[in-house]
C-alpha cells in the first residue's frame, strides 16, 4: 500500500521502493509565475484530499546545459509551473527523530534541478538518514538584482524549503532538529553563503560544502549591471515589472546572449570584476538585507559558528571543462600567463611555483590547476579556515580518485564526488566515472557523510590552523596534513 503523510498544507501519497518510502515533487512554496514572478518565495496554498507524491515536480526555468555537461551528467528538463518542489527519502514515515539531510544541487546558478538521477537518496534512507533533494530558482529568475529591495530569491526559496523541513519532516519520522544541508558546486557556494544569511539562521544544525566556498558572491554594483545588460537584450526597461512581463523563454534565451557577451568581452567597466572573473552572470548579491556583508567576511566574524561544517575539494575540478572537450591540449603559455594576470597573480613568481610542485605539466595542465584553485580550492580552504576560527567542528576532505573516461584526462574533475557521496554509482554515471569505479570508495565516502549527518564527526581529525588535517578519499584513504600549503601561499591576499 502506498504510504500517505499528512503535512501541514495536505496529505500527499507516495510510494516504497525497496523498502524505502519515497514521496516526489511536494511544493514547498506556490509556483513563481504570474504575479509571484521575481517575488519571493510565496506561501503554498493547502489543498484538500490526498495529492499524489510519485513523481519529480517541474524543473524551475534554466538555461540549456552545456553539451559536454549534458553528455557527461544527464539532467532532465520537466514543464509546468510548480516547480519549488522537494522530494524526500525516508526508511519509515512513522519512525521519529531520524536524521535529516537535504541536498542542494549544483549549475552555475544557471541549471540545475533535484531530478537528477545521481541525487537519489535511496541510500541515505536506507542507512537511517531522511534525504531531501530541493529545487529552487536559478539565472534571472533566482538572482536578477535591479536595486528595488527584492534580492536573491533562489537563496530564499533554499531558506523557504528548509522551514518546510523544519515545520514538516517530523511528519515524514525526521528531526527537526538535527538538519544538514549539502550541495556542490553552485550549491556548495549556495551552502556556505546560507551559513552567513540572517533568514536561515536555526533552519540547519550541520553543513557540507562540496566544491564550493563563500567568495562567489557579487556586490551590488555589479548585479545591477548584469540586471541593466538583461533589460538592454529584453528591450525593456530595467524595472522588476518590465522584466516579470516578458515571456519565460524570452528571457531564458537572453541570458544566453548575455552570458556570450560576457565571454566574448569580459570588460570589468561593463560587466564588473565579480562577473568578469568568475563569468558567471548570476550569483548571490551583497544587497546589505538578506546578504548584509560578503559571506566569508561574516563567517569569520561568527557567523555560523554554531554549525558543524565539512568542507571540500576535488584534486582536479577544472579539468571536467577542459580535458573532455579537447582545450586541454590547445594551452599556449601566453593563454597561461594572461589567466594569471588576470587573477592579479605574478607572473613568472606563479608560474615557478606550479611548474614545481607539477614537473611534468603542460601549459594545459598548470592552467586547470590554476583555475581549479581559483575556483574552488582557495575558497574552500578560506572557509574551512575562517569557520575554525570560531568553531571546533570544522572537517576538511580532498576526493582524489581519477576518473579513467577521456584517457584519464578528466583526473578527479569537478563533481565526480557526488554519486560516491549518495552511493549511486550505477545511475547514468559510466559517462564520467568509466565503466568500473570502485564501490568501496563510495562506500567510505558515503559512510562518512552518513555519520557527519548523524553525529556530526565524519571520521577523521578535525580542521585547525595550522595543522589543517584532510582525509583524501582515493583507492587509498588517508589523512594529510596541510596538503595545499605552496597554493595558499601563492594565493594568500589575492584570493
Known amino acids: 500500500m502506498n504510504p500517505v503523510v499528512k503535512t501541514r498544507y495536505g496529505a500527499s501519497r507516495g510510494a516504497v521502493s525497496d523498502g524505502v518510502r519515497v514521496f516526489k515533487g511536494i511544493p514547498y512554496a506556490a509556483p513563481p509565475f504570474g504575479p509571484n514572478r521575481l517575488r519571493p518565495p510565496q506561501p503554498v496554498a493547502p489543498w484538500r484530499g490526498v495529492r499524489d507524491a510519485l513523481a519529480f515536480g517541474p524543473t524551475p526555468p534554466k538555461q540549456e546545459i552545456p553539451p559536454l555537461v549534458s553528455a557527461l551528467m544527464p539532467e532532465p528538463a520537466i514543464p509546468g509551473e510548480d516547480c519549488l518542489t522537494l522530494n524526500i527519502w525516508t526508511p519509515d514515515a512513522h519512525a521519529a527523530r531520524l536524521p535529516v539531510i537535504v541536498w542542494i544541487p549544483g549549475g552555475m546558478f544557471e541549471f540545475g ?47 523557504a524549503a528548509l522551514r518546510w523541513v523544519r515545520d514538516n519532516i517530523s511528519a515524514f519520522g525526521g528531526d527537526p532538529g538535527n538538519v544538514t544541508i549539502f550541495g556542490e558546486s553552485a550549491g556548495a557556494m549556495s551552502v556556505a553563503t546560507l551559513l552567513a544569511m540572517p533568514r536561515a539562521e536555526g533552519l540547519f544544525q550541520r553543513a557540507i560544502a562540496q566544491s564550493g566556498g563563500a567568495q562567489h558572491v557579487m556586490s551590488a554594483a555589479t548585479a545591477r549591471r548584469v540586471g541593466r545588460e538583461l533589460a538592454r537584450l529584453l528591450g525593456v526597461e530595467a524595472t522588476r515589472a518590465a522584466i516579470a512581463a516578458v515571456p519565460v523563454a524570452r528571457v531564458i534565451s537572453a541570458q544566453a546572449e548575455l552570458k556570450n557577451e560576457l565571454v566574448a568581452n569580459p570588460d570589468p ?55 573532455a572537450g579537447g582545450a586541454l591540449d590547445s594551452v599556449s603559455d601566453e593563454a597561461l600567463a594572461g589567466l594569471m594576470a588576470t587573477y592579479g597573480l605574478p607572473v613568472e613568481a606563479t608560474l615557478g611555483a606550479y611548474r ?52 584519464g584526462a578528466l583526473g578527479a574533475c569537478h563533481s ?22 570502485p564501490q568501496p570508495l563510495a562506500d567510505r565516502m558515503h559512510t562518512a557523510w552518513v555519520a557527519f549527518a548523524m553525529f556530526g564527526d565524519p571520521g577523521w581529525p578535525r580542521y585547525s590552523v595550522p595543522r589543517r588535517a584532510t582525509m583524501r578519499f582515493d583507492e587509498y584513504v588517508e589523512v594529510v596534513e596541510d596538503p595545499w600549503a605552496m597554493e595558499r601561499e601563492v594565493w594568500e591576499g589575492r584570493r
Open 113 to 159: 534541478t533535484a531530478a537528477t538521477a545521481w541525487y537519489d537518496g535511496s541510500h541515505f534512507a536506507r542507512d537511517g538518514v531522511i534525504c531531501v533533494t530541493i529545487n529552487y530558482r536559478v539565472g534571472a529568475e533566482g538572482f536578477l538584482y535591479l536595486g528595488d529591495g527584492v534580492a536573491n530569491r533562489g537563496l530564499l526559496d533554499q531558506a
Open 269 to 323: 567597466e561593463r560587466w564588473g570584476v565579480e562577473a568578469v572573473t568568475a563569468l558567471l552572470p548570476w550569483q548571490p548579491v551583497v544587497d546589505g538585507d538578506t546578504l548584509p556583508a560578503p559571506p566569508l567576511d561574516r563567517i569569520g566574524a561568527g557567523a555560523g559558528a554554531s554549525i558543524d561544517l565539512m568542507v571540500g575539494t576535488n584534486t582536479d575540478e577544472h579539468r571536467l571543462f577542459l580535458a
Open 356 to 407: 614545481a610542485a607539477h614537473p611534468a605539466a603542460s601549459p594545459g595542465d598548470l592552467l586547470a590547476a590554476v583555475q581549479t584553485d581559483w575556483y574552488w580550492r582557495i575558497p574552500a580552504i578560506r572557509l574551512a579556515d575562517a569557520h575554525a576560527r570560531n568553531s571546533p567542528a570544522t572537517y576538511m576532505y580532498e576526493f582524489a580518485w581519477r576518473s579513467p573516461s577521456f584517457g
Open 416 to 437: 565526480l564526488e557526488i554519486p560516491f557521496v549518495f552511493d549511486t554509482l550505477g545511475h547514468q554515471t559510466a559517462g564520467l566515472l568509466g565503466p568500473n569505479p
